[in-house]
Each structure stands twice: as C-alpha cells, then as structure tokens.
C-alpha cells in the first residue's frame, strides 16, 4: 500500500484530507508541525508528501528543499497564499506541484493518483540494461535517473528530469507549454501552466552554458518550447 505524508498545521484539514486518501486506498501519516514533519519525511518512506507552505517552527519551503536534498519522491505544496511568487518558489525548490487553498479533497486525490502513476512508471522500469540518451554534451541515464553535463553530474528533481527526458526524446519538435503539461504531470485542466516555464528555467540553469542564450531547449516565442539537436 502506497504511504503518504501530511504536513498540515490545521488538524481539521488534515484529518479530512488523511480520510479522503484512505478511502481511496493510501496509508497516510500526519504531522501538524514542520521540524518534526521534515524528520518523518527524512526517517521514514514515503511515496508521496502533500507539504503545507505556513508551519510553526519551520515553513514549507525550508522542509521542501531539505527533503529535495536526500529524496527524489513526489512533493505536493498547498498554500492559501494566491502570490505567484510563493508558487514560484515553491516549484523552483524542487516541489513537484502547488494547490492554493480552498481545494476540494477529491482535487487533491486526482493529483496524488496523477503524480504516483507516473512515479511509478518512471522508477519502476525492469529494463535489463541502462536506457541512455546522448545529446551534444549531455547524457541522460533513463534507468538511473542521473544527468551528466560535460562529465559533470547535475542534481535534478523527479519533474525536472521527466521534462528534460521527454524533451530530448523528442528532437526539434516544438510543444507548447499545455502540452508539456499534460504530458508531464498528467493532468489537463487542474493546475497552473505556469509550473512548466519554472521548470524549464531550473533545467536550462543545470545544462546551459549561458542560460540567457540557451543552445538545448530554445524558447518558440508565442508557440513553446523545442530541444534543439
């Protein structure tokens, strides 16, 4: 059975949401307060953290890039804060999605499902041999996960390297940022757009030699964005 942390100040939240994700099969663990939900989410496994951002003692986005530090599983951010810089930061930190309270607790269990689907998919693979990609300087290991950028090895989130991989899979092919919403976070209408252009900036920041003038993933202005090869 798939585990699931909430860090979740306001214990009525929390208890609803906790009940609304074991009805649909999770076993789910709450913590109420943010030093001691990053060293759950450190000491034990999880497949999934639904991270809320205002905590007492440590805020969100503290407890975000700290787990991003050590564990690569799906992260959740909720906040009430509506500022798209908080959402902004949130992503940049390595949170994988961002819901601005209120939300209803059926949204929240569409995209818990959509993110461990694809989780799974992606880290389960029993290929026998490593799956390589070799662009121009940059090697990307599908089946370990890793990046290597002129024998360097960059650190990359679960989504970052999902957006980088699907890019590079598809060479010269121009997509559009509904698109690669779609086809990255596996979901149509819920959720914000915007999540794919922070991602793009985080991944040209890791293999471009100048990310103002990117060689690899080319800006199409007014259409999206294409890998060059």
């Known amino acids: 059975m798939s585990r699931i942390l909430i860090i ?5 939240i929390a208890d609803l949401e906790k ?19 990053l060293q759950t989410a450190l ?23 700290r787990i991003r530090e050590e ?16 959402k902004i930061r949130g992503l940049g930190l390595g949170a994988d999605d961002y819901m601005t309270k209120p939300f ?14 694809r989780y799974d998919r992606l880290v389960g693979s029993n290929q ?28 990359f989130t679960g989504k970052e390297f999902d957006l980088l991989t699907f ?7 121009v997509y559009t940022k509904e698109e690669l919403f779609r086809e990255i976070w596996d979901m149509d209408s819920i959720g914000d757009i915007a999540t794919v252009t922070v ?16 060689q690899y993933i080319e800006t199409i202005w007014g259409v999206g964005y294409r890998f060059k090869v």
């Open 8 to 12: 979740e100040d306001e214990e009525a």
């Open 19 to 37: 009940d609304y994700l074991e009805l649909s099969g999770f076993e789910v663990a709450i913590c109420n307060e943010g030093e001691g939900g």
């Open 43 to 65: 000491s034990e496994e999880f497949d999934l953290i639904v991270l809320d951002l205002m905590l007492p003692g440590m805020d969100g986005f503290e407890i975000c890039k």
């Open 71 to 86: 564990k690569n599983i799906p992260i959740i951010m909720v906040s009430a804060k509506k500022d798209d810089i908080d």
């Open 104 to 117: 209803s607790p059926s949204e929240l269990v569409a995209r818990v499902k959509a993110h461990m689907a």
């Open 128 to 155: 026998k041999s490593n799956d390589i990609i070799e662009i121009r300087g940059i090697r990307i290991d599908k089946t370990a996960r890793r990046v290597v950028v002129d024998g360097t090895e960059k650190a």
């Open 167 to 173: 890019l590079a899979e598809h060479p010269n092919h």
């Open 199 to 214: 991602h793009i900036k985080k991944i040209r920041e890791k293999i471009e030699f100048d990310s103002a003038k990117p």
